[in-house]
């Protein structure tokens, strides 16, 4: 397993990026290129229980590892979904169980720069290089217009 870096700088502040990210309408539309559907089943608390849902409801089982909000979340990977079964051996079985996934938001010059570090096993690591890319485009585009349309209505509230 490898770990592997993806950044992106988003003009928008940390509490907006951190909106979009883990909003139950906007999780689906950012995370659509992985899959489409995609849901995820939390409550986002530390320690909590996290289901990565595609839209056959089948995914990965995580677990909340860390949460500090509008500055880092992390999840411990821990199993797989299927057909409404949680499967933790397969994942010890192929390896990845215990892979970590962090998001990391600092402010620079004004800006968010969201950092992810994802351990990746070598047979999804060329789905996962090509995907985040596409995914992270989506989640800068949906919080600079959310970013768009707030600044637009206090300026038509402060006239």
């Known amino acids: 397993m490898e770990r592997h870096q993806f950044k992106t700088t988003i003009n928008a ?3 907006r990026v951190w909106e ?3 909003g139950a309408e906007t999780y689906p539309q950012w995370t ?3 899959a489409e559907g995609s849901q995820v089943e939390t409550d986002w608390k530390k320690g909590s229980k996290v289901l990565f849902l595609d839209g056959q409801g089948n995914g990965m089982v995580s677990l ?3 949460n500090v909000p509008n500055e880092f ?3 411990k ?3 797989v979904l299927k057909n409404g079964n949680e499967d933790m051996e397969t994942a010890k079985e192929k390896g990845w169980s215990g892979a970590m996934e962090n998001y990391t938001l600092k402010t620079v010059k ?3 720069e969201l950092t ?3 351990d990746i096993e070598s047979e999804y690591k060329e789905t996962f290089l090509s995907t985040w890319p596409k995914a992270l485009e989506k989640l800068k585009s949906l919080a600079e217009r959310a970013e768009e349309v707030a600044a637009s209505e206090q300026l038509r509230a402060s006239r």
């Open 13 to 15: 502040p940390r509490e």
């Open 20 to 22: 979009i990210l883990w």
């Open 32 to 34: 659509s290129p992985f």
């Open 64 to 66: 909340v590892a860390d």
């Open 73 to 75: 979340m992390s999840f």
């Open 77 to 79: 990977h821990l199993g």
């Open 110 to 112: 004004g800006q968010t």
């Open 116 to 118: 992810i570090d994802q």
